[in-house]
């Protein structure tokens, strides 16, 4: 009886080290994920940005532009 609860201490015991060690593992990749949330934001605002700046250019460029057939 004794070396049952032996034997179940010892498996809860690696059962706890298991558990912190995935939690852990959760953390870390909590954190990675909110650093890749942020620069997929960051990301995304530079395109817009470039689309901006590409569609006013591109408006003013078209205005100035002799069509093809002239």
């Keep these: 009886m004794e070396k049952k609860l032996i034997d179940l201490e010892s ?3 690696f ?5 912190n060690e995935l939690n852990n593992a ?3 990749q909590q954190k990675q ?3 890749l949330i942020q620069e ?3 990301i ?3 395109v817009l940005e470039i689309v901006d700046d590409q569609s006013v250019s591109g408006a ?3 205005k ?3 069509p093809p057939h002239y």
């Design 11 to 13: 498996k809860f015991s």
């Design 15 to 19: 059962q706890e080290d298991l558990l």
């Design 26 to 28: 959760v953390v870390r």
């Design 33 to 35: 994920i909110n650093q």
């Design 40 to 42: 997929v934001s960051q």
């Design 44 to 46: 995304k605002s530079h």
């Design 60 to 62: 003013q460029d078209s």
């Design 64 to 66: 100035n532009e002799i």
